[in-house]
């Protein structure tokens, strides 16, 4: 034990059974413990023991009874070491004279580490860390104890650091803070050495070290608390000049403007910000019991020009609750507690260029009641102060990240399509199902289960799967914009269906054994930025395709395979790609350098271009390839000056 209490257990029925603590001093010639005997008592010099009863086992107690703190001048009763006790203690269990079980305990407490002397005046001068080592050990974390593996600290004792005398912290840590380093002349531990070595080192001694400053960060920074509440910044100086994109909404308290949303992980987040521009529509699931109020609807919104706006509320009641309440359980009319909550909120801002105009907010109101879950609705919609009927301008075209994708059925006399993922409940069964849109910007995966009977024709195994499939996707275009046209063809972009791979692969009359199903949709929407409205980017839809990927489904045998159903989980999945609006200019074979010196990729290796005189020509020795180059030059130049019609002149004279 190394603290001044533990506990241990005995086994059985202590009835009858006398516990007792004695010290067990060494012999000191055979080293060996003393035998006990049980006639000792619960307590043994400063140790106490204390026994709790209980039905099949009971609790004991060893603990010690002095204080912990190292002496003072002039004190006593108190530790003078830092290991203030090192003991042997034995905890007998007794019935009569007969011995049932005995414990040994090897105690060695070091003392308490707190101070509680006299606090000194004279302030402690700390080093500058860059020109002087704060520390020579910097292990020793701990005040009046040794620290283990830290063999540089002086409070441990000879006896102590012969039990990690062979697995010291190494390095600066462990107390070599002037360790020799590679570019002194005496130093001859470098792994690589260079050829100039150790003609050009240095001579210095080890106080003059790079190693000064190791823990040294020359700065100090405070921490940054994540926190909703955010300055704003409304001096004359520099005032606050509107929204962009993306921007958080402010309250008039400088706080951010929350509406509960969806996070990444399908959890709906009570406290997220409102982006300025972000459109979105979710639904949270809540009970009474766990039910909050969300912001309240006093608050005033900053407009983005300094001014706030007051939210004009307007109060329904709920009309039909079951599309509310998706579970409920069935419980006595006498024991319903009920209570007036909010079943959904309608947020509409109404913007112009950078600021926000009005806010209006319908709120649902209706009653739930204990044992009831409640499906929440919350959407937020941004309309352009010159829109009418609630659609984008044309001022306004491209799409925005979180908008739904818009879709066509341009072969039927009603256009209208949809493109939805599935948005499943209850036991995720794909009957139970329900559909959201395909948001653009976010990649999306969601799957339900089918349930199939072990005797199911593969045949109708696969068009029931395709026919879910498609039930996602009932439309044949895409809207290449957010206001794209019915009337205009130009506008919407065909959907590219690749059919399902099928190998024919016969199962030989098996049961429970399709191949071939295609139980994962795979949708690639290929966009771009094809230009910027008020600084605001315009994302324009190019393609889209949909393929299947196909699996193997096998029946799968439960407990005594009594079950004849089985689950197969099929998926979808959407994916945005982005790409350049226009294709990028053909690249010229002298631009094409992947790396400087890399000539196995380069169609052009300038590198190489004197290769014999280079290191990477291996057809003879390097020195006899650079005399010969040499001669080469030297001849070259000696055809230069014989050829030059001042030198026909100096030989004629």
Not at 71 to 90: D, F, H, K
Not at 496 to 509: A, C, E, H
Not at 542 to 571: D, E, H, M, R
Not at 594 to 610: G, T
Request: hydrophobic share 35%; with cysteine; glycine share 8%.
């Amino acid at each position: 034990m190394s603290g001044p209490r533990v506990n241990s257990f005995f086994l059985g029925n202590s009835s009858g059974v006398n516990f007792s603590i004695i010290l067990s001093p060494r012999d000191a010639e055979t080293g060996k413990l003393q035998l006990a005997n049980c006639s000792g008592s619960k307590r043994a010099g400063d140790w106490n023991l204390d026994v709790t009863p209980g039905v099949e086992a009971s609790k004991v107690t060893v603990s010690l009874t002095r204080t912990l703190e190292l002496c003072l001048p002039n004190a006593t009763e108190c530790c003078p070491s830092p290991l203030c006790r090192v003991e042997t203690l034995q905890v007998l269990a007794c019935r009569g004279s007969v011995m049932l079980t005995q414990l040994l305990i090897q105690a060695e407490i070091f003392a308490n580490s707190s101070f509680r002397g006299n606090v000194s005046e004279n302030a402690t001068i700390i080093p500058n860390q860059a020109f002087k080592p704060l520390g020579s050990c910097p292990c020793n974390l701990t005040a009046g104890a040794c620290d283990v593996r830290c063999c540089c600290d002086l409070e441990c004792t000879p006896d102590l650091q012969q039990l990690f005398s062979g697995s010291c912290f190494p390095g600066v840590f462990g107390g070599d803070v002037n360790p020799p380093y590679d570019q002194l002349c005496s130093s001859q531990t470098m792994e690589y050495t260079p050829e100039w070595f150790p003609f050009l080192c240095v001579q210095s001694s080890l106080d003059n070290t790079p190693f000064l400053g190791y823990f040294y960060h020359g700065s100090t920074s405070t921490p940054k608390v994540p926190s909703f509440k955010i300055p704003l910044e409304t001096s004359p100086g520099r005032p606050f000049t509107g929204y962009r994109e993306g921007d958080p909404i402010i309250t008039e308290e400088d706080e951010y403007f929350t509406v509960p949303q969806q996070s990444l992980s399908g959890q709906c987040v009570g406290n997220a910000p409102v982006a300025y521009l972000h459109s979105f529509d979710v639904k949270c699931l809540t009970s009474l019991e766990s039910y909050k109020e969300g912001l309240p609807h006093d608050v005033r919104i900053n407009s983005g020009t300094a001014d706030f706006i007051q939210q004009n509320v307007v109060y329904r009641p709920i009309t039909d609750r079951g599309k509310f309440i998706t579970e409920s359980e069935n419980l006595l009319a006498a024991e319903v507690l009920c209570q007036n909550v909010t079943f959904a909120e309608h947020y509409k801002f109404i913007w112009k260029d950078k600021n926000i105009e009005q806010l209006n907010v319908t709120v649902f109101l209706g009653s739930l009641c204990d044992g009831e879950i409640l499906t929440q609705r919350f959407t937020v919609e941004f309309l352009s102060l010159n829109s009418t009927n609630g659609e984008e301008p044309f001022e306004n075209p491209g799409y925005q990240v979180g908008e739904p994708v818009r879709a066509a059925n341009l072969n039927a006399s009603d256009p209208l399509g949809s493109l939805n993922i599935w948005q499943p409940a209850g036991r995720g069964l794909c009957a139970s199902a329900t559909y959201r849109p395909v948001l653009f910007g976010v990649d999306s995966y969601s799957g339900c289960v089918l349930e199939v009977d072990i005797n199911e024709d593969c045949s109708l195994l696969r068009g029931n799967v395709t026919e879910k499939l498609n039930a996602l996707i009932q439309a044949t275009h895409i809207g290449k914009r957010d206001n794209s046209s019915y009337s205009d063809l130009n506008d919407w972009v065909e959907i590219i269906r690749l059919d399902p791979f099928s190998s024919n692969v016969s199962t030989g009359g098996l049961k429970g054994i399709c191949p071939d199903i295609p139980a994962n949709l795979n949708m690639h929407i290929i966009f771009a930025k094809v230009g910027a409205v008020q600084g605001i980017p315009q994302q324009q839809i190019l393609a889209v395709q949909i393929s299947y990927s196909t699996v193997l489904w096998q029946f799968q045998c439960g407990l005594g395979c009594k079950n004849t159903l089985s689950f197969l989980p099929i998926t979808a999945s959407v994916q945005f790609l982005e790409v350049p609006a226009q294709p990028p200019l053909p690249v010229t074979r002298y631009q094409k350098l992947y790396a400087e010196f890399d000539c196995n990729r380069n169609e052009v290796c300038w590198p190489q271009l004197l290769y014999p005189l280079t290191r990477f020509y291996t057809g003879e020795p390097y020195s006899q390839s650079l005399a010969k180059g040499l001669f080469l030059a030297f001849l070259v130049l000696l055809a230069a000056i014989l050829s030059n019609p001042w030198f026909s002149k100096l030989w004629n004279r």
